[in-house]
Each structure stands twice: as C-alpha cells, then as structure tokens.
C-alpha cells in the first residue's frame, strides 16, 4: 500500500501525519513510539523495535547456556 502524505514544520522538526486508517490497523496511538530506519530505498517507519529480534536471540541463547542454574534459581 503506497500512501502520499504532507510533511509540516512542528516546532524546530518536519512531522508527518499517519491516516487513521492506518493507524488503526497498526494499533497506533498518540504517544505511542515508532522507529525510523535508513534503508537502501529510503527512510522505514515502523512500531517494531529493531532491536527487539536481537535482544530475543541474545535471551534464547542464555536461558539455553544457563538452563540448569536457571531451573534452581527457579526453586
């Protein structure tokens, strides 16, 4: 889905204006964080930390090495 939206000077930046139909469909709300990428294309906007898979990975890989102190601390 290709949208063209206005961008607008907000204070001191350029700020641009989610549809609501979108919004909704992302669970988007007002304060809600979202992260801008720098891709190859162009700038991605998401509500996905890209951080997130990382960090998951990072967990799994522990609670695997760690798995039997983690069953005793658990005790």
């Known amino acids: 889905m290709v949208r063209k939206i206005v961008l607008r000077k907000m204070g001191g930046s350029i700020g641009a204006t989610i549809p609501k139909d979108l919004a ?16 190859e294309k162009g700038i991605l906007l998401t509500p996905y930390d890209p951080n997130f898979e990382r960090a998951m990975t990072l967990y ?10 983690l069953d005793k601390l658990a005790r």
Request: proline letters at 0%; a negative charge; hydrophobic letters at 30%.
């Open 60 to 69: 799994e890989k522990g609670v695997k090495e760690y798995r039997n102190a």
């Open 24 to 39: 909704d469909l992302y669970r988007l709300n007002q304060g809600d964080e979202v992260f801008v990428l720098e891709t």
